[in-house]
């Protein structure tokens, strides 16, 4: 009788006690102890084959003096393809795009542009100053949260080079790079591809030329005005065509050493320190193959011919960035493009 | 035989249990959720050079209800208070919470931010920091910080989450009155249409409903309700309620807010804000009964229907005006000082309300 009830004893315990080990197996891997690990990890590894005299540490404190990197343009301009490649680079995090960032700076900039409301804020004490500690707290939280850690974080919405020279103002040390590309293949593209962009009519090609025309020029006059040359502008085509001579000056630029990763941003995707790629996103299926020239002169052919004759009034910004706008296509392996420090 | 079965149960049960202990003390270390990745905290300095440092766990009063419920009132008292500063409406925190909440809807929004690695508790983050940023750095620091928009009380419940040691005060009113007062002195605010009486009362209506259910769901030891029509009628017994709701001690000069316009430690007033004119005079009973004969006759006999917030909140619809209790002498001897004419507007305080329509708010 007692070994009966003390043998049901023990076997009771020991399947509890499986039932319990099983379970704590099973509860998910506690996930600050897996990042923190993954963290060491990977950074141990950056640090482990690279002769860096002064191995770039993931810093402890985000503030106004982080150098960011902001990376933007008119959307299918090969904004994807640059963070991509960024993102290959060990050093860098860009990540997908937020879209929560351009509409807290275009909501600053609708403030910012009533002088009304600039001085209902001012008077209630939120002065541009406070405002701008506010929008910063706010971007940082997103911009470091939302990826891997890195030495140098990075972000790409397009549009928020729209508010480059406020950026520049709340991130003295940020670096902006503005991708740039015949405008016709852009407008091209966001048609063909139907990629919804507030704004742009997307059954005129008309439209879309003019709205690019605006946008392009309200990027590129701020990237020039940038204070101590903090923006580099780049042309797509450029990039595809002489990847690895764009990808230096652009590192150069950046203050980051040269690494190959960037050239085959291919092989890293879905990898720790890698690129992390969004099914959202619209231009995923294409940067999941390595740096190619295959969109470069889809356009020909499919523009308007009524567009095409007016293309030089309609979209003035395409000769000012070196474009021929009477070239169906012009040739991108001209010298005059090569020329990353466009100053017209 | 039975021996070593024994044995070998004895062993399996001590290695399983050693394996549980184990894992229950992985289990245990384990934070749970992932932590912020850093707290932010923000270091503010007075005149004094006193320190102040800010963060979400501080503890934080919001005030609000349906414009033109006697807010600004409130928070002037409040402001009177040496350790309390609300400030001016800081207009831009609505248009976050409101942005924020747009976001979360469960649309295909909310799942292509999830996609990009943008989740909700980033976002809470984020709203979480710029929010702390504009209420302690558009004013004076002090030891309890207090926010006024109106329309924050909207989202009480999103904020109690953000920050846990926050408390709010609705301000409830008559709102036959509110609406006479937005439509006579234009105070434009979206989705009220000015022109008509019956449109803002309902609008009131849906107003003050969501805001009281946001309260309730809150609950009583964090969220109270504050009658304008006791505030003016009886001050000083509201505030003894309020300040001991809020855990601060009595101050007698909560009641002489007018005294401690501009001062350091006092109230700050907007000039592009609507009931600056009255705040500066003291809590009187002028605006108590101002709507009584201003409602067209159609939307008097419809009152019930039309607002039925205003019998669930305790004013009887068809009464022009109810009573809404007897006043004290303070407030008698104020009403008739401001009748009198004893408080102008300061110049310094005057002069854009020409500049720019009244109010404008969202």
Redesign the interface.
């Known amino acids: 009788m007692r070994k009966q009830t003390c043998n049901v004893l023990l076997v009771c315990g020991i399947i509890s006690s499986i039932t319990v080990f099983y379970l704590g197996l099973s509860t998910i891997e506690c996930p600050t102890a897996r990042s923190r690990a993954a963290q060491h990890r990977w950074a141990v590894n950056l640090h482990a084959g690279r002769n860096l005299s002064d191995p770039l540490q993931i810093p402890e404190e985000y503030n106004e003096e982080t150098p960011l990197i902001f990376v933007g343009g008119v959307p299918r301009s090969g904004t994807t393809l640059m963070r991509v490649m960024l993102d290959a680079h060990p050093l860098v995090r860009c990540g997908e795009e937020t879209r929560v960032i351009p509409r807290l700076l275009a909501m600053q900039a609708s403030w910012s542009h009533s002088a009304r409301e600039r001085i209902r804020l001012d008077e209630a004490g939120v002065t541009d100053e406070v405002l701008d500690s506010a929008v910063r707290a706010f971007l940082l939280e997103i911009i470091v949260g939302h990826g891997e850690p890195a030495p140098r974080l990075c972000n790409k919405d397009p549009f928020t080079l729209k508010s480059l020279s406020y950026l520049s103002k709340l991130f003295p040390k940020a670096k902006f790079v503005l991708m740039l590309r015949d405008g016709r293949a852009t407008v091209h593209s966001m048609i063909s591809r139907k990629v919804t962009i507030t704004g742009f009519d997307l059954t005129s090609y008309r439209d879309c030329l003019v709205k690019w025309n605006r946008a392009v020029e309200v990027m590129y006059d701020q990237c020039l005005a940038a204070a101590d040359g903090n923006c580099l502008p780049v042309h797509y085509e450029q990039l595809v065509l002489y990847p690895e001579q764009v990808m230096r000056k652009l590192l150069r630029f950046l203050d980051l050493p040269w690494d190959t990763a960037v050239l085959h941003h291919e092989k890293l995707i879905g990898k720790a320190g890698g690129v992390s790629l969004s099914k959202v996103e619209l231009s995923t299926d294409q940067v999941v193959k390595p740096v190619n020239t295959e969109a470069l002169s889809k356009w020909v052919g499919k523009i308007p011919a009524d567009v095409l004759n007016d293309m030089a009034s309609l979209a003035p910004m395409l000769s000012r960035l070196g474009y021929d706008p009477l070239a169906n296509p012009p040739n991108y392996r001209k010298p005059d493009l090569l020329s990353l420090n466009n100053t017209k | 035989m039975?021996l070593s079965v024994?044995r070998a149960?004895?062993l399996?049960?001590t290695l399983?249990?050693a394996?549980?202990l184990t894992?229950?003390y992985?289990?245990l270390?384990?934070?749970g959720?992932?932590?912020?990745?850093?707290m932010?905290s923000i270091l503010v300095r007075n005149s004094n050079q006193t320190q102040y440092r800010y963060n979400q766990n501080t503890p934080m009063v919001f005030v609000g209800g349906v414009p033109r419920s006697g807010t600004t009132l409130m928070r002037a008292m409040l402001d009177a208070h040496p350790d309390i500063r609300c400030?001016?409406?800081?207009?831009?925190i609505p248009?976050?919470l409101s942005?924020r909440q747009g976001?979360g809807r469960q649309t295909e929004?909310r799942?292509?931010?999830e996609?990009?690695?943008?989740?909700q508790e980033?976002?809470d983050?984020?709203?979480t920091?710029?929010?702390?940023?504009?209420i302690a750095?558009?004013?004076e620091p002090a030891p309890l910080l207090c926010n006024k928009d109106p329309f924050t009380l909207k989202s009480a419940v999103y904020l109690s989450r953000i920050f846990p040691n926050s408390k709010f005060l609705l301000m409830l009113r008559d709102g036959r009155a509110s609406v006479h007062s937005m439509i006579s002195r234009r105070v434009t605010i979206t989705g009220f249409n000015l022109s008509s009486y019956r449109n803002c009362l309902t609008k009131w209506s849906n107003a003050i409903e969501v805001m009281l259910s946001q309260c309730m769901a809150v609950g009583q030891s964090r969220c109270m309700t504050v009658r304008y029509e006791d505030l003016v009628l009886q001050p000083r017994a509201t505030m003894q309620g309020v300040l001991h709701f809020l855990n601060s001690p009595w101050h007698e000069g909560v009641l002489h807010h007018e005294e401690a316009i501009g001062q350091p430690g006092g109230v700050?007033l907007?000039?592009?804000?609507c009931s600056t004119d009255q705040v500066i005079k003291p809590v009187n009973l002028e605006a108590l009964t101002r709507w009584v004969g201003h409602i067209p006759a159609d939307v008097q006999q419809d009152m019930e229907s039309i607002a039925p917030m205003l019998r669930r909140l305790g004013y009887n619809p068809n009464a022009n005006p109810p009573d809404y209790g007897q006043p004290d002498p303070e407030v008698i001897n104020n009403t008739q000082r401001v009748l009198r004419g004893d408080f102008k507007t300061p110049t310094s305080l005057k002069g854009?309300a020409q500049?720019?329509p009244k109010g404008?708010r969202n």
């Open positions: 039975r024994k149960a004895v399996l049960l399983f249990g394996c549980t894992t229950l992985q289990v270390i384990c934070p959720k992932a932590p912020r990745r850093y932010r400030g001016e409406e800081t207009r831009v248009r976050i942005l976001w929004e799942w292509a931010l996609d990009e690695g943008v989740s980033m976002l983050a984020a709203t920091a710029f929010l702390l940023e504009i750095r558009h004013g700050s907007s000039r592009t804000e854009w500049v720019s404008g």
